[in-house]
């Protein structure tokens, strides 16, 4: 006796379990990756913004930081003018100051029988153009002004027998230099009166 039986229903609902669970497992799959496309669209979308935010800040700083460069700037133009201010101004005090010791010294080293005509200064370097009665009158001036410690370095250009008022008279012309006393241990070089002399033998 032969018995038969029919497989294709049950092979039928095997394969529709099979497609059910195909079709199941491509749905959270595909939940899944939507999900995780959302996750991962969320945060690059924060990270995003975060730099964003950075970005602007950043920018509002950098513009900060300009406006204090450009103050900064401004204020070293305003301090280098006023370092140059405060450089000629104490030019001008102490080329006044050097005026006053040239006029002082010229007058307590000038001997009897010599008279200046001009005083030209240029820094320190001063040019004497005037009459003696003599030439021995002459190197007694440069002698004078050696001598002095706001003066140095006496030297004569040049002599030449002039008239003068129907008088013979050796008109010269000599430089000098300006200095300032070397301090002296244990005195105040402030102190120290304009004339005091160097001791030195002609």
């Given at each position: 006796?032969?018995?038969?039986?029919?497989?294709?229903?049950?092979?039928e609902?095997?394969?529709?379990?099979?497609q059910?669970?195909?079709?199941?497992?491509?749905?959270?799959t595909?939940?899944?990756?939507?999900?995780?496309?959302?996750?991962?669209?969320?945060f690059?979308?924060?990270?995003?913004s975060?730099?964003?935010?950075?970005?602007?800040?950043?920018?509002a700083?950098?513009?900060?930081l300009?406006?204090?460069?450009?103050?900064?700037?401004?204020?070293k133009e305003?301090?280098?003018?006023?370092?140059e201010?405060?450089?000629?101004?104490?030019a001008?005090?102490?080329?006044?100051s050097?005026?006053?010791h040239?006029?002082?010294?010229?007058?307590?080293?000038?001997?009897d029988?010599?008279?200046?005509?001009?005083?030209?200064?240029?820094?320190?370097?001063?040019k004497l153009?005037?009459y003696?009665?003599?030439?021995?009158r002459?190197?007694?001036?440069?002698?004078?002004?050696d001598?002095?410690?706001?003066?140095?370095e006496?030297?004569?250009v040049?002599?030449k027998?002039?008239?003068?008022?129907?008088?013979?008279?050796?008109?010269f012309?000599?430089n000098?230099?300006?200095?300032?006393p070397k301090?002296v241990?244990?005195?105040?070089?402030?102190n120290?009166?304009p004339s005091?002399?160097?001791?030195?033998k002609?």
């Amino acid at each position: 006796m032969t018995v038969r039986i029919n497989l294709l229903p049950h092979r039928e609902q095997k394969r529709a379990a099979r497609q059910r669970q195909f079709i199941l497992l491509a749905a959270m799959t595909l939940g899944l990756g939507a999900v995780v496309a959302m996750a991962g669209h969320t945060f690059i979308a924060a990270k995003i913004s975060s730099q964003e935010g950075r970005n602007v800040f950043l920018k509002a700083e950098i513009t900060k930081l300009d406006k204090e460069i450009e103050e900064i700037k401004v204020l070293k133009e305003k301090t280098t003018a006023l370092l140059e201010r405060k450089k000629v101004v104490e030019a001008l005090q102490s080329n006044r100051s050097q005026v006053v010791h040239l006029l002082d010294q010229l007058v307590r080293q000038l001997p009897d029988g010599v008279y200046l005509k001009s005083i030209e200064q240029k820094d320190n370097n001063v040019k004497l153009v005037g009459y003696a009665q003599s030439n021995a009158r002459v190197a007694s001036l440069m002698r004078n002004l050696d001598s002095s410690e706001w003066l140095e370095e006496p030297g004569l250009v040049e002599t030449k027998a002039v008239m003068l008022n129907n008088m013979r008279v050796s008109e010269f012309t000599l430089n000098i230099k300006l200095s300032s006393p070397k301090p002296v241990e244990g005195v105040d070089s402030k102190n120290t009166p304009p004339s005091a002399k160097k001791d030195k033998k002609a």
